[in-house]
């Protein structure tokens, strides 16, 4: 599959009037969704997902060759991958509310691949990507294959739809203040496991300081081996930026700010992080 998509900065002070727009764009009021996002880093040396015994048995045949294909992806270059799981506002966090049993929780297994070089159209990003939807036991999947827990954070979106193109306004949280995370590169792996109770929903802290939320116009490929209608999409979208042009500043995004490979290390040299910083224009 590929995802094709085109981003905007909205300012939290105009949410209420990009949510109006698209309103009437779209027909519809938004769908609102909330997301605990699990980051998962792949070994130094890729191995792919050749240890199968957590896998969900037996795996269902619409599934199957899509586990096949993320192998073959995780098996020539080692990646940050996602366990995303669906949370509600009112009954996952704070205190008093039961922790979430990861394992026997279903959720969806992303994996996205480092973007193409934009071709001509520096305002659209397009990566291929692999999707495993309602699919248990993804962290003891990936423990036994090597990919160790990085970090977690939630998403909250809301989203239209117009036909095949999808509108979100996505807002990103830490659990704790930001001065209590350390750097993902100075983390031990031995010591550091996903949160046993989620925090009230008022103690998260936006990752944009500002509270920005960020607008992605998308839409998907599911046959992303016909150039055709990658260039269909991409005309879609290029239409829609003409039609909103003046409501929304579409940006282009330096493709680096989606680069989810993990940095194969030589042996005998320390591997340098890597950061990439996003200014208000």
Known sequence: MYEVFMTSIVEDAEFTSACS?????????P???VVRVLYFQGPPRPVGLSNQTSIEKPIRKNVAPLWRELHQNLSRQSYMVQARYEILKDRDFGSEEKPMELDATPCVLRWADFPDPPHGKPLLTQRKMVELWEQRAIPSV????????????VEETYRFFRDEIEFALTKQYFFNPIQ???????????????VAQLPAWSNLTPVDMQGRWIMQVKTHVLQDNKP????????KLMALRNELDGVFDFRTIDRKVYDTRIAQQQQGVQALPQKVMIGKN
Request: hydrophobic share 30%.
């Open 31 to 33: 769908w609102e969704s």
């Open 21 to 29: 727009v698209l309103e009437g764009l779209c027909s519809m009021k």
């Open 228 to 235: 055709d209608e990658i260039r269909k999409a991409q005309d």
């Open 180 to 194: 209590e995370y350390t750097p993902l590169e100075s983390r031990q792996a031995n010591t550091f496991s996903p």
């Open 142 to 153: 990936l423990r036994d294959n090597q990919h160790q827990f990085k970090g977690e954070m």
